[in-house]
């Protein structure tokens, strides 16, 4: 397959733009998601409560990467990682002209319902065919290929950016003038994203996630066992934890902040129930165990970073909206459009980055995923403390000027570059190949539970109650400051589990 692509094979063209338009819909309707929950206006906002919101935004991101798990396994099993990507950006683009129709709760959360489903089988399968682009190229001389791989996931990176920049501009500017013409034009980028896939895929990937993997690569007995903790294990103990929780009175499950609660417990047990079985039942090598168990760590480390960074889109955004000048020579900025801050330095700063490992490993420098890993964690917790200090600002009764903000987002850029693709290329690597859909959904099931917590701790931003807001950040300052120590601490050991993959 030939290299047209800065270098890389040409199937990260077809990749980078379907993902474009794909994340232009996603991230342009995510920026006024939460805004147009909490409003009540002419254009039909949904007035609910911060706390009622936020636990509906946290389950609405939640279960667009918890589906990723079976959307990776229906790729792997039924009907191959490609047609995944097909369908399931035809259902994102159902979801976002539902949510353009102006009507009430009942079909808005039906539209979101639609968008979730279709972003689990596609996000999980797009990145693992990135992952296969690198496969078969063979050992160019003198280059390390894994640093190659994971130069063309920072490529692929910056397209999502780069849709979520221009998503992040014009479905709020939109959204302004009327909610549900913001929300159009989502759906009008998936369908963009969707023509672009249809028209260059058989010359960009040749037979590369046409057939289902595990067909391809283990017996039919294994396929059975597998089959029977998707379908048989894994939802009866989701059903019997469920009746537990609502029976002992722990969550209640009548209400959306009580579902919320209820998702957490959910998330931890698929995902611990999952690892649990491909460890001891998944007929694995010792060298896979160990780099399944570096997976495990890779999953705990990625949702607290989410945990964290996916506060972009409630809590930030509620205090772009309530507690920050947002005007600029007179014109009062939508609060929307300071989601793009994040995406414009990933599309500055990837391609910089992604040179940067490159460079590092001819020089025998690059760092293992799990000091990458730590730094990203730390420079996450740095930039909230730029939020503590806005949040200070706001508890004398002033609005914080932009540049918290931005300083805020800028290290968070960062620090997502550090781990957000490297995670991705690594699960890519450190996978048995007969379960790489499955564990490229298990990473997404991390950022689903960041996505969660991050949605229920939006629902504790109560503007009425500004005094809290600096403890409610620096609880963010110091948990992935701590996670991140921890993985820079244990890298001697797991750079042994991982063995030649960096």
Known sequence: MSKTFFGHPRGLATLFFTEMWERFSFYGMRAIL????????????????????????GLYTAAVYLLSLPGGWIADNVIGQRKAIWYGGILIMIGHAILAIPAGPGVFFFGLAFVAVGTGFLKPNISSIVGSLYEDEGQREGEDMGARRDAGFSIFYMAINLGSFFGQIFVPLLANYNWHM?????????????????????????????????????????????????????????????????????????????????????????????????????????????????????????????????????????????????????????????????????????PIIGAMWVWLAKKNLNPRTPIKFGLGLILLGLGFYFMVMAAQVATEGARAGMFFLVLTYFFHSIGELFLSPVGLSSITKLSPKRYLGQMMGLWFVATSLGNLIAGTFGGNFDPSNVQQMPDLFWTFVLLPVGVGLIFIATNPVVKKWMGDIH
């Not at 805004?35 to 609910?48: H, N, V």
């Open 34 to 57: 939460i805004l147009f929950m909490t409003t009540e206006t002419a254009q039909q906002g949904l007035d609910l409560d911060t706390t009622t919101a936020g636990a509906a935004y």
């Open 182 to 350: 913001g929300f159009g034009l989502a759906a009008v980028g998936m369908f963009l994203g969707l023509i672009y896939f249809r028209m260059t895929e058989e010359e960009s990937f040749g037979k590369i996630g046409l057939a289902p993997e595990k067909q391809q690569l283990v017996s039919s007995v294994e396929e059975t066992s597998g089959s029977s903790v998707m379908k048989y294990i894994i939802p009866s103990t989701l059903i019997l934890v469920l009746i537990v929780l609502q029976v002992t009175g722990r969550v209640d499950l009548t209400s959306i902040v009580g579902i919320a609660e209820a998702m957490k417990y959910v998330i931890v047990l698929v995902a611990v129930t999952y690892f649990a079985y491909v460890l001891i039942a998944g007929n694995l090598t010792s060298t896979e165990f160990k780099k399944v168990l570096v997976i495990v760590m890779l999953f705990i480390g990625g949702a607290t970073f989410w945990s964290g960074f996916e506060q972009a889109g409630s809590a930030l955004n509620l205090f772009a909206r309530d507690f920050t000048d947002r005007n600029i020579f007179g014109w009062d900025m939508p609060a929307g459009i300071l989601q793009s801050v994040n995406s414009g330095f990933i599309i500055i700063f990837a």
